[in-house]
């Protein structure tokens, strides 16, 4: 990935305390197999149907069978009342480890690297984790207004507006504060779109101009249709083991990885998250930086997310994202590839499977599987998660770094 001067790593904003420590790495276990189901924009099964979908083209991709597989995690805001445990007797699999896990859209990446050191403490040797939901946009917006108890009890009884209508304000605080416009927001949007093009998976597949973009049904102002994403059915599936176990060329290193939650305290609608805050320590322990990097997947709920993650994760200075972004190509073959599979933007999003997506398709593109979207030479890259959103913001940061290990 070309990098100018002044998109270098901008120095991480001054905290009280370290993120999460225990970032150590693992040369011995990593991702050996991935796996997604179909898309669909209404669901024709049920939640644990669509896991297992992923689940055996997972196995398929390394090369293993059911039977090796004794972890299992998973990452879902709709599961419930089932849970790890239930999905595991579901698929017939007597496990020695499972987790379930409870950041939202952070969430899978944290799962996968929990499963790396779940391995190396000798509590499991296979671990399958999976993220996903059954469910269309009827079920999406009733679900909503209880995602959680800050919203049933405190936003949802005055028409908060929903998800739309809570980053309608951190983007319009967004262009305020920095001058930042829907103009360049929209590259992301649009580049996204072309890539989606040649992903046969995604379910937004037409084209998108700059116009289209800017021009589209107004939402939350000034968010507007092609800001948000579609709710769907679908979901997706990591098998972690020994790299060894891979098959040749396929094996998947995680070089890094971090979580943080409940950044920064007690403000609402902030224009910044976690991932500033452990973004150093995550670098250095991966022993490469942003201009290292040969993509990024980054969480794409609404396009001024994946700013404000660029942002946070040193791609440039906190508001400098709107130059930043117009000066790039963020499409496959670009000089900045994101979500080269099209990301939740143009695929859908399914659930707690929009933490994942990212990490299927960066390990699509190491393994070089990418096909007519495959980023040439791609050895390394990025993985960002963002979720959990209560009163006013998300409340979970995640990401991972990830090099081809053979």
């Known amino acids: 990935m070309s990098q100018s001067p002044s998109t270098s790593r901008a120095p991480a904003r001054p905290v009280s305390d370290r993120a999460v420590s225990d970032r150590a790495v693992s040369d011995r276990i990593g991702i050996i197999g991935y796996g997604s189901s179909a898309y669909e924009k209404s669901p024709s099964r049920s939640e644990a149907g669509y896991m297992a979908e992923a689940a055996r083209a997972a196995l398929a991709s390394a090369g293993l069978e059911r039977s090796a597989v004794d972890g299992i995690s998973v990452s879902s805001t709709t599961l419930p009342p089932d849970n790890a445990v239930t999905l595991a007797e579901t698929f017939g699999l007597s ?8 950041a939202g859209g952070a969430g899978a990446v944290v799962n996968v690297f929990d499963a790396v050191h779940a391995i190396e403490a000798g509590r499991a040797s296979h671990v399958l984790c999976l993220a996903g939901a059954a469910q269309d946009g009827a079920f999406f917006r009733g679900r909503i207004g209880r995602f959680n108890g800050s919203i049933g009890d405190y936003l949802a009884p005055h028409g908060f507006g929903g998800m739309n209508g809570l980053f309608g304000i951190i983007q319009r605080k967004h262009m305020q504060t920095y001058g930042t416009k829907r103009e360049q927001l929209g590259r992301i949007a649009v580049d996204q779109r072309a890539n989606a093009r040649r992903n046969e998976a995604a379910l937004l597949r037409k084209e998108m101009t700059l116009e289209d973009y800017l021009t589209a049904p107004l939402i939350a102002d000034p968010i507007r249709l092609f800001d948000c994403v579609m709710p769907c059915s679908g979901a997706e599936a990591i098998l972690v083991g020994p790299l060894e176990e891979a098959p040749s060329g396929k094996a998947v290193a995680v070089r890094a990885a971090a979580e943080r939650h409940n950044h920064p305290l007690g403000e609402v609608s902030p224009l910044r998250g976690g991932w500033e805050v452990f973004r150093d320590d995550l670098y250095e322990t991966a022993g490469f930086g942003p201009g290292d990097l040969d993509f990024v997947q980054a969480y794409d709920d609404y396009p001024i997310m994946v700013a404000i993650q660029l942002e946070d994760l040193g791609f440039c200075a906190k508001g400098e994202i709107g130059p930043f972004l117009a000066e790039r190509r963020m499409t496959f073959d670009g000089d900045l590839p994101l979500n080269t599979g099209g990301g939740q933007l143009s695929c859908g ?58």
Do not use: K, P
């Open 95 to 102: 496990v020695s480890w499972a987790s379930i896990g409870n």
């Open 349 to 406: 999003q399914t659930g707690g499977g929009g933490g994942m997506i990212g990490l299927t398709e960066a390990v699509r593109q190491l393994r070089g599987e990418g096909g007519a979207r495959q980023v040439a030479g791609a050895r390394r890259g990025l993985v960002s998660g963002y979720g959990m959103v209560a009163y006013g913001h998300g409340l979970s940061a995640s990401a991972m770094i990830l090099e081809r290990a053979q």
